[in-house]
C-alpha cells in the first residue's frame, strides 16, 4: 500500500509540475497540440480535474476541502501570473473552468 500511495503521490505532483509549467509557458513555445484542439474551458476542466482525482489518490487522509481548496486557489494564481506576464492572458472564466474542473473530480 505505501508504494502505490508513493506512486499516486509522484503522479499528482507529475501533473501539477507539468499543468503548471504549460500554463505559465509562452504560447509561442508549446508544442502544437493538434490531438487536444477542445474548447479552452474544457482543457482547464479536465487538466483540473485530473489533478483532483490524482490527489484523492495521493493524499486520502486528507480532507477534500483542503485539497479542493489547494488546487481552486492554484487556478486563480496561474490566471493571475498569467495576466501580468505581459506574454499570457489571464482569466477569471478559464479560474472558473478550473473549479468546475475540481468539483468534479
Same mark, same amino acid.
Given at each position: @500500500? /505505501? ?6 503521490? !509522484? ?7 507539468? #499543468?503548471?509549467?504549460? =500554463? $505559465? ?7 502544437? @497540440? /493538434? ?6 474551458? !474544457? ?7 485530473? #489533478?483532483?482525482?490524482? =490527489? $484523492? ?49
Amino acid at each position: @500500500m /505505501d508504494r502505490l500511495l508513493k506512486l499516486f503521490r !509522484a503522479l499528482f505532483w507529475l501533473c501539477f509540475i507539468a #499543468l503548471t509549467g504549460l =500554463a $505559465l509557458s509562452p504560447a509561442t513555445y508549446l508544442p502544437p @497540440m /493538434d490531438i487536444f484542439n477542445w474548447w479552452d474551458k !474544457a482543457q482547464h476542466a479536465v487538466g483540473y480535474g485530473t #489533478l483532483m482525482v490524482t =490527489a $484523492l489518490f495521493a493524499y486520502p487522509n486528507t480532507s477534500k476541502l483542503r485539497l479542493e481548496s489547494f488546487l481552486g486557489l492554484h487556478g486563480c494564481l496561474i490566471e493571475l501570473l498569467q495576466y501580468f506576464s505581459g506574454y499570457r492572458f489571464g482569466d477569471w472564466q478559464d479560474a472558473a473552468a478550473d473549479g468546475v474542473g475540481v468539483l468534479l473530480g
